[in-house]
Each structure stands twice: as C-alpha cells, then as structure tokens.
C-alpha cells in the first residue's frame, strides 16, 4: 500500500483548498486515514481522521469548523478540506494509514505515511 497527498498551493488568508490522499492497493476500506501537518521547526500534529467506513470522521479543535475529512473507499482515495485558511496553517501536510483500530490521533500509531504536499496561506 502506497498513499500520496496531493492538492496543496498557496492560497490567501480565507481561501480554500482540497488535499487528496490517493491510496494504492485493494484494502483501502480497511483502514483508517488521517492527516497531520508539520510546520518549520515545530513537532507533526494530528489535523484529523476518519474511520475506514467513513461515518467517524474526529478534527482537532485547532480546525474544527474550517477543515472537513472525508474519504470515497471507491476511488480509494481520502479528502481533507480547508476552508478559511488562515495563515498559522502554513504547513507540508501529510495523510497516513491507521490498521489497529477505529482511528487514532497519534502520529506515531499510524502505520504508513505518504508524501507530503506543502500548504502556504499568504496574509
């Protein structure tokens, strides 16, 4: 299984975006997704995840209300959108699968992490 994050650019405060999280391989129902972010010189932090179904999806508070997580097991393929992009969400964002349960919103439970697409949000 191979993910790779696409969608980012550069976009003004209160603009928007979607990333794509494409996944290769049969068994991309089967598990969990989530997207963490990782600005220069701070820690990778959770943004959100959904549960294989689909039907759990959990942000963090950081977002809520802007960012939605959203997946279609048919085209295998996992979305987050983001809206009112503010400029603290400037970050390389990455999606990753979670195998071991409903979901997690630790990053060192997640089991295989894809690239990561650059998102910067100009003032």
């Known amino acids: 299984v191979q993910l790779q994050a696409s969608g980012g650019g550069l976009v003004q405060a209160g603009g928007s975006l979607r990333l794509s999280c494409a996944a290769s391989?049969?068994?991309?129902?089967?598990?969990?997704i989530g997207w963490f972010r990782q600005a220069p010189g701070k820690d990778r932090e959770f943004v959100a995840t959904?549960?294989?179904?689909?039907?759990?999806?959990y942000v963090a508070d950081s977002v809520k209300g802007r960012f939605t997580i959203s997946r279609d097991n048919a085209e295998s393929t996992g979305y987050l959108q983001m809206d009112n992009l503010k400029t603290e969400d400037t970050a390389v964002y990455y999606c990753?699968?979670?195998?071991?349960?409903?979901?997690?919103?630790?990053?060192?439970?997640?089991?295989?992490w894809g690239q990561g697409t650059q998102v910067t949000v100009s003032s």
């Open positions: 990753a699968a979670y195998t071991s349960g409903l979901y997690s919103t630790e990053k060192n439970e997640y089991d295989l």
């Open positions: 391989g049969p068994t991309f129902s089967s598990y969990a």
């Open positions: 959904i549960n294989y179904g689909g039907g759990i999806p």
